[in-house]
């Protein structure tokens, strides 16, 4: 795998789904989406689930609030790609964005 895209989440339900959309778009389609749910109170689980059973790349996990830097090195842990990128849950990406990065 080429890329690894980490993001971490904490209540941004009404985002999400923008953000995934643009990035399950991508013209490249060689990597993984780990995202961390760190402690979400809102439904930005049930959304990341929604996503998860329409696209195998994506990983969840889900944990207790501990701030999106120990939610970052969580997913580092299980990373698989070559490279990382991280993307924060209220971001979007143009269509060709991880190509032209790639």
């Known amino acids: 795998m080429k890329l690894s895209i980490i993001i971490p989440v904490y209540n941004i339900e009404q985002y999400l789904q923008k953000c995934l959309n643009s990035i399950l778009n991508q013209a490249f389609k060689d990597f993984e989406v780990i995202c961390v749910n760190d402690g979400s109170t809102d439904n930005s689980l049930n959304v990341l689930q929604d996503f998860k059973n329409l696209d195998e790349r994506i990983i969840i996990i889900d944990k207790k609030n501990e701030g999106s830097g120990v939610?970052?090195?969580?997913?580092?842990?299980?990373?698989?790609?070559?490279?990382?990128?991280?993307?924060?849950?209220?971001?979007?990406?143009?269509?060709?964005?991880?190509?032209?990065?790639?």
């Open 71 to 102: 939610a970052r090195n969580t997913a580092l842990e299980i990373a698989q790609g070559e490279y990382v990128y991280f993307v924060d849950g209220d971001d979007w990406l143009e269509n060709d964005a991880l190509e032209k990065m790639i």
